[in-house]
Nanobody
Framework: QVQLVESGGGLVQAGGSLRLSCAAS????????MGWFRQAPGKEREFVSA????????YYADSVKGRFTISRDNAKNAVYLQMNSLKPEDTAVYYC????????????????WGQGTQVTVSS
């Protein structure tokens, strides 16, 4: 069973930066995509960013393009999300996810999830 543990969330002022990390253990897939989703109160979980196994393909939601950068370290079984120029509308619980095939922007298509880390951006 894959376990994903996020860290790096917190409270930051608008315009600030945070770096989220996700450590994976118990891997079962030989190749897999990793991604980040977020969920604000009263809203559905939405796609933020994802990266393919080979790191050759990276995907971003339009709302975060140019501000967020996803990266991964396969040797460390980790994925990261550098978030710059944060806005109050970025406030949400951020979840790390893993999928045993290619990237998909629909949350229900992902196989494993972390417990989430809170990101709060004050205005």
């Amino acid at each position: 069973q894959v376990q994903l543990v996020e860290s790096g969330g917190g409270l930051v002022q608008a315009g600030g930066s945070l770096r989220l990390s996700c450590a994976a253990s118990g891997r079962t897939f030989s190749s897999y995509a990793m991604g980040w989703f977020r969920q604000a109160p009263g809203k559905e979980r939405e796609f933020v960013s994802a990266v393919s196994w080979s790191v050759s393909s990276q995907y971003y939601a339009d709302s975060v393009k140019g501000r967020f950068t996803i990266s991964r370290d396969n040797a460390k079984n980790a994925v990261y999300l550098q978030m710059n120029s944060l806005k109050p509308e970025d406030t949400a619980v951020y979840y790390c996810a893993e999928r045993g095939s290619g990237v998909n922007m629909r949350a229900r298509m992902w196989d494993y999830w972390g417990q989430g880390t809170q990101v709060t951006v004050s205005s």
